[in-house]
């Protein structure tokens, strides 16, 4: 298989965005990984996947990763840096130097091939660019494939636990220097 390319999305992708968006949330882990289902994704207009992509393209505190092998998009991850002192999704207080990883999808076909790596390399790279020193994300209890995952990417559980819409959450983190 071709080697991925991992690259920020342009702030003309959103209908690419969108695309990669909705197979994402056809995941069967889906319903457990995300914050929104695939019918309220799929109802959304093309000017919120434009202004999204223009975002996540352009933004000093937010940055969408993009896997492609050829013309196709294989996987995802997103980077918040929150304001200090700011909520983030889960209404948690964010310190500076923090940058969280949201959104994160790599096609079924695609796993196993180190397209994740890649795909949290770019990320890191970028988010220590931005000033953070630290990596977190939040991960389903019972989502074992992606604990996995994490966890030879060198997230280590911080004990921190959240009950969300989907269930029980656990936070996990990463230094970046």
């Known amino acids: 298989m071709p080697d991925a ?4 999305v342009f702030a003309t992708d959103g209908g690419r965005l969108r695309a990669l968006r ?3 949330l056809g995941d069967p882990a889906a319903g457990i990984a995300f914050l929104e289902t695939h019918d309220d994704a799929a109802a959304r207009p093309s000017s919120f996947w434009d202004e999204r992509a223009a975002g996540a393209a352009l933004s000093a505190s937010a940055a969408q990763f993009i896997a492609e092998v050829g013309p196709t998009w294989v996987g995802t991850v997103t980077i918040l840096i929150p ?5 983030d999704y889960f209404g948690r207080i964010r310190q500076a130097g923090t940058a969280l990883a ?3 999808y790599v096609s079924p076909a695609h796993r196993g091939q180190g397209i994740l ?3 949290f390399s770019a990320a890191a790279e970028w988010a220590r660019a931005q000033g953070c020193d630290t990596l977190i994300l939040d991960v389903h209890t019972e989502n074992a494939r992606a604990q996995a995952a994490y966890a ?3 997230f280590r559980a911080t004990g921190g636990m959240i009950d969300g819409d989907n269930g029980r959450e656990m936070e996990l983190a ?3 220097a």
């Open 117 to 119: 790596d890649d795909l």
């Open 102 to 104: 949201v959104a994160v």
């Open 83 to 87: 304001e200090p002192g700011s909520a």
């Open 174 to 176: 990463r230094a970046l």
């Open 152 to 154: 030879r990417l060198g």
């Open 5 to 8: 390319h991992v690259r920020r």
């Open 22 to 24: 909705l197979e994402a």
